[in-house]
């Protein structure tokens, strides 16, 4: 069974470009959560959808958008690059909520990321 | 407040001993998962562990172990008998099933010393 899988490997942008990551989830995964990792630091959220919808975003300017399509996967966007905007992106999926509501032990799978160079 | 805390930023270790990495967390929900991640330097995550609150044995895995406090709310990784290979970064991390929210600490930066 594959697991997440998250393309490209590694994107190398100038500042005020758009880039755009893309993100397949476990087969059976309807939520999908995007995680931004700069150097050395920890794990920042950033978007959680589940079965389409944007559930919850975490402290990022409008600029960092993305959706999920009707295969569950994902897709992110950053808007007008800034140099800060370098990190590791990391995309996660799990069972949703409509099957993993009142669950406590379902846990992330992650994929490995995209790097994400601003120059 | 911080759902969950890590206030180790790095830890050294002897090989062959062992280690305590701290957790502690924050909920007001009587059910919630906790799990440890580790991230190598390869930048992937890797689950490692995971306790559920409700839980009344302290969850092992071969060499790692979870001191779950529940009174106090933490939940340290114990690596046993470090290896080389355990040198990397450790997240905790929750999930409270309402709303299917995880949350993550800002992890600890283990290193093992020959």
């Known amino acids: 069974e594959a697991g997440v899988t998250q393309s490209p490997t590694h994107l190398i942008k100038t500042r005020g470009q758009q880039a755009t990551l893309r993100c397949s989830p476990i087969s059976g995964h309807t939520s999908v959560y995007w995680y931004q990792q700069a150097l050395g630091l920890g794990l920042q959220f950033l978007l959680w959808?589940?079965?389409?919808?944007?559930?919850n975003r975490g402290n990022f300017p409008p600029r960092f958008s993305g959706r999920q399509f009707p295969n569950y996967s994902s897709e992110l966007n950053v808007n007008a690059l800034e140099l800060e905007d370098s990190a590791l992106y990391l995309c996660a999926s799990s069972l949703g909520r409509a099957l993993a509501g009142g669950v406590t032990n379902e846990k992330l799978f992650f994929g490995s990321g995209t790097q994400l160079s601003v120059l | 407040a911080q759902k969950i805390t890590q206030t180790q930023p790095g830890m050294f270790v002897q090989e062959k001993e062992a280690v305590t990495l701290d957790c502690t967390y924050d909920t007001s929900d009587p059910s919630y998962g906790l799990f440890w991640y580790k991230q190598p330097s390869s930048g992937e995550m890797i689950f490692l562990i995971y306790?559920?609150?409700?839980?009344?044995q302290n969850a092992t895995e071969g060499r790692y172990s979870l001191n779950f406090q529940k009174a106090r709310k933490s939940a340290n990784l114990v690596i046993s008998a470090s290896q080389l290979g355990d040198s990397a970064m450790y997240f905790c991390a929750m999930r409270e099933p309402t709303g299917n929210q995880f949350y993550f600490g800002t992890g600890t930066s283990l290193t093992v010393i020959p």
């Open positions: 306790q559920g609150s409700y839980d009344q």
């Open positions: 959808y589940d079965e389409g919808e944007e559930r």
